[in-house]
């Protein structure tokens, strides 16, 4: 959605604060959400609402920040530097100077509220239309603690913005809250922030204290966030954790909306794509850059981190994946294992206890128990016997094992690569493969049985006289 309203808006995004009350050396705002840095919805949602120019005031940790930055969002986002954290205020005037002096209109937000409407912020901007200076948006809420509260006058007339640790009993009573999300006149904000003292009880420059300058200079609009949960500016853990379960929710019902089945208890990252009639069941985690086709199944407490799966496939019970790819109607799983660069076409089978690594399992292949196949390429239609091991590591090199098509592979076979199978070839059960198989042939390298008649009564009497006899010592 871009519905820009009105003349050009500029965004400051403020993201320059530690976030001590994380208790973690990592900047706030990188700390994940539904696999998302925090910092990254603000600035959507300026995008989403229009803003040709985004601006994110760095500080704490500014190289880590701006390098994730720069890979997200390009040249879409610019930074700024606060030098030293004192303030709201002094982070909003460390931007000021790089603003486009034709800039009208700025959106102030903070990077640590993530779950902005950005149709709100639209209604925000047009609502300085009318003339007023500054405009905010504010949240009502049971429970105000640690925001800072928005003080009007009898007649409803904004005054000003008290933080929590400034305000008196009777202030403190207030559950109109500041969410830290305004719009001003670009010339408005330059001359109040360059006002603002450092006189309260953190000895800070407050970004709020320009609300009681806009109130005697042509007043303060308003808008009131139709859901608190806007305000959920996230400081601790508790609030990260709840501002992520709000997230998950509503990528769940994006989904749904779109036609897909989403379980309660499954979480999709915010930046997975679930195509139409997928079903998605309790306990499934899908992050990352993964797809899900349409009408594919993943089924009950799966992980897939970056699969590509495609349309039809089923993904059973506790089936783990990551960076790899499931071909239409395949079939993978319960507790199947597929690491890095495996590649499982259409059709293809990989069951129970099978674990596959940089491998191409090819159409219509099967390993359907108990397997580890590394560094190799799995002809077409193949049958890889339970218990069949890839043995691609000598301890220095990994090598690769090549599987022709309609090849059989019989039980509990080792296979030493490197080495190639040849096409329709028969491995029999119990083999160790140390040279390659031509097409067609039939491989079988293990000991001969032999049959001594009558001889097991014989072996388990004089086993029996061994334990008997020997007085059992100590
Ligand atoms: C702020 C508001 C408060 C509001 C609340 C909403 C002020 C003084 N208070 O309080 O009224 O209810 O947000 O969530 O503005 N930052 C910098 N540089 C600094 C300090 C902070 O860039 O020097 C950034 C932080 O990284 C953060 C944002 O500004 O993203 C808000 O700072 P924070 O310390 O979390 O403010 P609050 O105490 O939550
Ligand atoms: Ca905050």
Redesign the pocket.
């Known amino acids: 959605m871009t519905t820009q309203a009105g003349s050009s808006l500029t965004a400051i995004?403020?993201?320059?604060?530690?976030?001590t009350?994380m208790k973690s050396t990592k900047?706030?705002?990188l700390h994940p959400l539904c696999g998302r840095p925090m910092?990254d919805y603000?600035i959507e949602a300026a995008l989403a609402a229009g803003c040709g120019d985004v601006v994110v005031?760095?500080?704490?940790g500014r190289d880590e920040l701006a390098a994730h930055l720069t890979k997200a969002f390009g040249d879409r986002v610019r930074t700024a530097v606060?030098q030293?954290?004192?303030?709201?205020?002094?982070?909003v005037r460390?931007a000021l100077p790089t603003l486009d002096p034709s800039a009208e209109r700025v959106l102030v937000l903070?990077?640590?509220?993530p779950l902005l409407d950005p149709a709100e912020l639209v209604r925000l901007a047009g609502s300085i239309e009318g003339g007023a200076p500054l405009a905010m948006l504010t949240a009502m809420t049971e429970d105000p603690t640690?925001?800072?509260?928005v003080l009007r006058d009898a007649e409803g007339k904004i005054l000003a913005?008290r933080?929590?640790r400034d305000a008196t009993e009777e202030e403190r009573r207030v559950r109109e809250?500041?969410?830290?999300?305004y719009v001003a006149r670009a010339s408005f904000l330059r001359e109040s922030v360059a006002g603002l003292l450092p006189n309260?009880a953190?000895g800070?420059?407050?970004?709020?204290?320009i609300v009681a300058v806009a109130a005697k200079a042509g007043g303060v609009a308003s808008v009131q966030a139709e859901s608190a949960s806007a305000?959920v500016?996230?400081?601790e853990r508790a609030q990260l954790a709840a501002a992520e379960d709000i997230l998950y929710g509503r990528i769940a019902d994006r989904i749904r909306r779109a036609g897909a089945t989403v379980r309660a208890t499954a979480r999709i990252d915010a930046t997975v794509v679930v195509e139409p009639d997928a079903v998605i069941e309790h306990y499934v985690v899908l992050r990352g850059k993964t797809r899900v086709g349409a009408n594919a199944r993943i089924d009950v407490g799966s992980v897939l981190t970056d699969v590509e799966v495609a349309p039809s496939a089923l993904v059973k019970p506790y089936s783990i994946a990551s960076d790899s790819t499931i071909g239409e109607n395949a079939q993978i799983g319960p507790f199947s294992h597929l690491r890095p660069e495996s590649r499982i076409e259409a059709e293809a089978h990989i069951g129970n206890f099978v674990e596959t690594k940089k491998t191409v399992v090819r159409r219509g292949a099967k390993a359907n128990h108990l397997a580890y196949l590394g560094d190799g390429d799995i002809g077409e239609g193949a049958n890889i016997g339970a218990g069949t091991i890839f043995c691609n590591y000598d301890g220095f090199k990994k090598h690769r094992t090549e599987i022709g098509a309609g090849a059989f592979i019989g039980s509990d076979t080792q296979i030493i690569a490197p080495v190639r199978i040849g096409v329709g070839a028969y491995v029999a059960t119990g083999t160790t493969i140390t040279r390659d198989v031509p097409d067609d042939a039939l491989a079988i390298a293990r000991l001969k049985q032999e049959n001594k008649e009558g001889y097991a009564s014989k072996l388990k009497a004089r086993l029996k006289a061994s334990v008997t006899k020997k007085p059992s010592g100590g």
């Open positions: 995004v403020l993201a320059a604060g530690q976030g009350r900047p706030k705002v910092v603000a005031v760095v500080g704490y606060q030293a954290q004192r303030g709201t205020g002094d982070a460390s903070c990077g640590d509220t640690g925001y800072g509260r913005v933080e929590h809250v500041n969410t830290g999300v309260n953190q800070e420059l407050y970004l709020t204290d305000l500016g996230v400081n």
